[in-house]
């Protein structure tokens, strides 16, 4: 059976501020728990206006405390911002205060830029070279202490947290492979390599303690309404969001603007082509047929979308116009 997820970069609309976002992203959670989705993440970015997720080991606690059910979890921790001691100490508290509902994604990319990248680790030296043996000394740390180990996780030892390994490359599969850990892709921004690290993560996959088998998770950006046309005019604000970004000017979501794509000049019009290539856009017949069509080509365990959509009341309604025409059971 497919799952469906949600991934949350909790976000900041224009005339909104951080704690409005959060709170939506709470009842937003609320909302998912309710419609039948299994895990709902938050993504670590920082330096970024429009993203209210920085801290996003407080934001999966606000998020876990104000649900009953529903995994909640990080999609992802960018590890080379952290020490590994550190997120095991947070992920073990969160998984002692919500016993078997918190996951932890990990990726490698430091969710900035190098200004603020310095800023939150002083210095750049390993960093993301040093992802793997980052991820195993974490993993460590989550696992039972063995009976000479130094240094243990309190809370975080023994709590065997489950880990992903979220990337947009290869590599990123490769390791997943490695480790024997769920690979999630995110083929939400970054599609151009799916075929291949979702090909290697199968070929390469070693069996953990974690998991038998290959487990696949893939991003997807969705944006659902009742009809295509409004689905579209919604979307827009998502297409403006990535313009800005990739263009330097990042700042708060913007609201829906029509005819937004038609009148992007040839350079910004590939931005779009390139990273939203698999959004699947449109009201329940185009989303069901989009959503289905993307699982099955690429045998997906499961997915996780993200939907940056103005209006907090039709970001709730596109997951729910999604878990109805994917036929969600109602928890």
């Known amino acids: 059976m497919l799952l469906l997820s949600v991934l949350d970069l909790a976000p900041v609309a224009e005339g909104s501020d951080p704690g409005k976002a959060l709170r939506n992203s709470r009842d937003l959670a609320q909302h998912a728990e309710r419609l039948g989705y299994t895990r709902y993440w938050l993504a670590e970015h920082h330096n970024m206006a429009g993203i209210a997720s920085a801290a996003t080991a407080v934001a999966i606690g606000y998020i876990a405390e104000g649900t009953r059910a529903i995994r909640a979890g990080a999609g992802g921790i960018m590890l080379p911002n952290h020490a590994p001691l550190q997120v095991a100490e947070a992920f073990g508290t969160l998984e002692c205060l ?5 996951d932890l994604g990990l990726g490698r990319a430091p969710g900035t ?3 603020a990248a310095r800023a939150l680790r002083r210095t750049l ?3 993301e ?5 980052d991820v195993a ?5 989550l696992d039972d202490p063995q009976p000479d180990q130094a240094v243990i996780a309190t809370p975080g030892a023994g709590t065997k947290v489950p880990i992903y390994i979220l990337g947009s490359s290869t590599f990123g599969a490769q390791l997943a492979a490695y480790f024997g850990l769920p690979f999630g892709f995110a083929s939400h921004f970054a599609p151009q390599q799916l075929e291949m690290a979702l090909a290697l993560y199968r070929q390469g996959f070693q069996p953990s303690a974690q998991l038998d088998r290959p487990y696949v998770m893939l991003g997807v950006n969705a944006c659902a309404a009742d009809t295509d046309e409004e689905a579209e005019f919604l979307f827009t604000s998502t297409q403006q969001a990535f313009v800005n970004l990739r263009t330097g000017r990042a700042g708060r979501l913007p609201p829906p603007l029509a005819g937004y794509a038609e009148g992007l000049a040839p350079a910004h019009r590939a931005i779009l082509d390139g990273v939203l290539s698999q959004a699947v856009v449109g009201g329940p017949e185009t989303v069901r047929a989009g959503l289905t069509a993307f699982a099955e080509r690429h045998g997906a365990d499961e997915m996780i979308l993200t939907t940056q959509v103005f209006d907090h009341a039709k970001r ?3 997951f729910e116009v999604v878990a109805e025409a994917m036929g969600l059971r109602p928890g």
């Open 98 to 102: 919500y016993p078997g509902r918190i």
């Open 113 to 115: 830029d190098t200004p």
């Open 125 to 127: 030296i390993g960093g």
């Open 129 to 133: 070279e040093r992802f793997p043996q």
């Open 137 to 141: 000394e974490l993993m460590a740390y």
């Open 316 to 318: 709730v309604r596109s």
